[in-house]
């Protein structure tokens, strides 16, 4: 099994729709991240937590929202989809100890927002 | 604002050739550089990382290169193979008002010619 699962690995929805992408990670690392990729664009930090009690923004937050159910799992919502949220979304841990914080990235979940 | 960036966005190197991936930053607080590689359809997966006060270090088939007098980074692959072929990343890690920020680049596509 993955260290990181994501699910669904793609969806396709409807603008308006309130969509949840989760993840979840047998790492047993505190840090979990949310990332979004688009072509050319690299990865963008859309939220991160340090640990179950701690959620914060990154980058491109708005139009996201997060959960930190527990440890391992930490899941992205967006409450209203619009058709410039379609991209590859990445959930990813680190355990932070390593000086470069390295991280351990999903498969990715491809949301496409007619 | 600070950005890492990379000279080529393809790259098509023959098979058992070396490859050089190159990386421009523009931070100089960044004290961790870090590549990392992503295969179709997957995550990106963690390859190497050079801290800031060294000037080469290497792994297995691959080295890193650290220029911080042009601000410029590097990967080599050796004697490449047809499963090097893949988006290479490369990022920056930094202390921003006491929380970590990692910068990625764009990419670099990397095709191995058989």
């Known amino acids: 099994d993955a260290d990181v699962t994501q699910t669904p690995r793609n969806r396709i929805t409807k603008t308006g729709k309130r969509i949840m992408l989760e993840c979840s990670q047998t790492?047993?690392?505190?840090?979990m991240y949310w990332y979004r990729q688009d072509p050319g664009l690299g990865l963008r930090l859309i939220y991160y937590s340090f640990d179950v009690k701690d959620i914060n923004k990154g980058e491109i937050s708005d139009g996201y929202s997060v959960s930190r159910q527990a440890q391992a799992k930490f899941s992205l919502s967006l409450e209203s989809a619009i058709p410039n949220q379609t991209a590859l979304y990445f959930c990813?841990?680190?355990?932070?100890?390593?000086?470069?914080?390295?991280?351990?990235f999903g498969a990715g979940s491809r949301l496409t927002v007619l | 604002g600070e950005s890492v960036g990379l000279h080529l966005p393809t790259l098509s190197v023959q098979e058992g050739d070396n490859s050089i991936i190159n990386c421009a930053y523009s931070n100089s607080a960044s004290d961790y550089f870090i590549w990392y590689k992503q295969e179709s359809g997957k995550g990106p997966q963690f390859i190497i990382d050079i801290r800031s006060n060294m000037d080469k270090r290497q792994g297995q088939r691959v080295t890193v290169l650290l220029n911080k007098t042009v601000k410029h980074l590097s990967l080599q692959i050796a004697a490449t193979q047809p499963g090097d072929s893949a988006v290479y990343f490369c990022a920056e890690k930094e202390l921003y008002f006491g929380n970590e920020k990692l910068t990625f680049g764009t990419g670099t596509r990397l095709t191995i010619i058989p």
């Open positions: 790492k047993g690392h505190d840090r």
């Open positions: 990813a841990t680190s355990d932070g100890g390593s000086g470069a914080n390295v991280l351990t």
